[in-house]
C-alpha cells in the first residue's frame, strides 16, 4: 500500500490497542505501543530510500528482503530497543506484540497489491501478488480516516476500529470475488491462456488484463466482469544472440527481468549502435506502456547507456542518463 495508507492503519492499530487491558491500564505502555504502531507500519518500507541509489537498486530490491520473514521477526526487536529505553516503565511483552502486529500486517496488506512482495524469502524468491486492491484504495484510505475522525470526536477508538475492520474484511472478500469473475471471464475469452495477470487500478469496477497464450500476448481491460482487448503482441521467445545477451549483462535490464512477468522486446540496429528495450505489457495508460528498460550498446556490443523505470514520452527516456537519440 501507500505511504499514507500505512499511516492511517499504525493509527488504527493503535486504537485498536485501547481493548488490550494491559495497554488501556498504562499509560507509558500506551503511549509506547502508539508510537511502536506508526513506526512499525513503516518500517518495511525503509528500502524505500534505495530508490536515492537508482531506479535498478530499488526495482530490484524494494519490498524484498525488508519485507520477509527474518524481517518482519527482527523489525519489532529494532523499534523495541530504541522505544523502550524512552519508556522503560511500559509492558515489554504487550508492547512487541503490538509492534509485531504493526509490521506483520504492512507485510500482509501488501500481498494484496498488484506489485506484491517476497513475503516467503528466504524460503523463495517468489514475488507474492494477488492483484486484489489497487496500492492506493481510496475506499480502504476513506474508511480509516471515518475511523480516526470518529475517534478525534470522542468514539472509543477500539470498538470504532473493530467496526471499520469489520467492513474491510468485507470489502476485501468482495474484491476477491470480483477478480475471479474477470479471470473466468478472461478465461472464456483466451481459452487457451497459460498465464492471466489481473491487475486493479483505482476505478472500483476496472482492473487492468495481461493474457499469454503459447503464441501471443493479450492486453486489455475490464469493467467488472466484461473484458476488452486492447492489443495483441505474437510472442516471441527471446532469442540468445550476442546483442541480447551482452544488453542482459546491464543492471538496469537485469532489474526489470527479475520483477517483470510479462514483456514483449524489441532491438534496432543504427549506423554505430544497437537499441534493446524491453517493454512490461501489465501497465497501459491511455494506449502507451510506460514501465521499460532500454540499453544502447556500441558495434562491439560495449554498453554505452541504460534506463529502466516509468517513462510516459520518448523525449523523456531520451533525456534520461545521456542516451543517444533514436
Known amino acids: 500500500m ?42 518495511p518500507d525503509i528500502d524505500t530510500v534505495l530508490k536515492l541509489r537508482n531506479n535498478a537498486v530499488y526495482i530490484r530490491n524494494h519490498r524484498g528482503i525488508t519485507h520477509s520473514i527474518p524481517a518482519v521477526l527482527l523489525w519489532p526487536l529494532a523499534i523495541i530497543a530504541v522505544i523502550y529505553p524512552i519508556f522503560p516503565d511500559a509492558n515489554l511483552l504487550h508492547l512487541w506484540l503490538w509492534t509485531f502486529l504493526a509490521v506483520f500486517f504492512h507485510v ?24 486484489i486492491i489497487n496500492t492506493f484504495d481510496p475506499f480502504i484510505f ?24 469489520a467492513v474491510l474484511v468485507a470489502y476485501y472478500i468482495f474484491r476477491f470475488i470480483t477478480q475471479r469473475k474477470v479471470y473466468h471471464a478472461v478465461k472464456k475469452l483466451v481459452p487457451d491462456a497459460t498465464d492471466i495477470i489481473i491487475a486493479p487500478t483505482m476505478k ?37 544472440t550476442p546483442v541480447l545477451e551482452a544488453a542482459k549483462l546491464d543492471k538496469n535490464l537485469s532489474a ?27 501497465y497501459r495508460s491511455n494506449g502507451h506502456y510506460p514501465f521499460v528498460a532500454i540499453v544502447q550498446l556500441d558495434l562491439e556490443l560495449n554498453i554505452l547507456s541504460s534506463y529502466t523505470g516509468w517513462i510516459f514520452s520518448e523525449e523523456k527516456l531520451r533525456k534520461k542518463l545521456d542516451i543517444i537519440p533514436g
Open 2 to 43: 501507500d505511504t499514507g495508507t500505512h499511516v492511517v492503519m499504525g493509527l488504527a492499530l493503535g486504537g485498536l490497542a485501547t481493548l488490550d487491558p494491559v495497554v488501556a491500564s498504562s499509560s507509558a505502555t500506551a503511549t509506547s505501543v502508539m508510537i511502536a504502531t506508526l513506526v512499525g507500519s513503516q518500517a
Open 108 to 131: 500482509f496488506v501488501d500481498i494484496f497489491n498488484a506489485y506484491g512482495t517476497q513475503a516467503l524469502r528466504p524460503f523463495s524468491s517468489k514475488w507474492v501478488a494477488l492483484g
Open 142 to 165: 476513506a474508511m480509516h480516516i471515518v475511523g480516526i475522525l470518529a475517534w478525534v470526536f470522542g468514539a472509543h477508538p477500539g470498538y470504532t476500529f473493530i467496526g471499520v475492520y
Open 204 to 240: 472500483f469496477h476496472q482492473w487492468r488484463i495481461a493474457v499469454m497464450n503459447k503464441n501471443q500476448f493479450f492486453v486489455g481491460r475490464a469493467h467488472d466482469n466484461k473484458v476488452r482487448i486492447l492489443d495483441q503482441f505474437k510472442r516471441v521467445a527471446v532469442p540468445e
Open 256 to 282: 526489470f527481468l527479475s520483477f517483470s512477468p510479462v514483456y514483449r522486446w524489441e532491438v534496432d540496429e543504427y549506423d554505430t549502435y544497437y537499441e534493446v528495450r524491453f517493454i512490461d505489457l501489465r
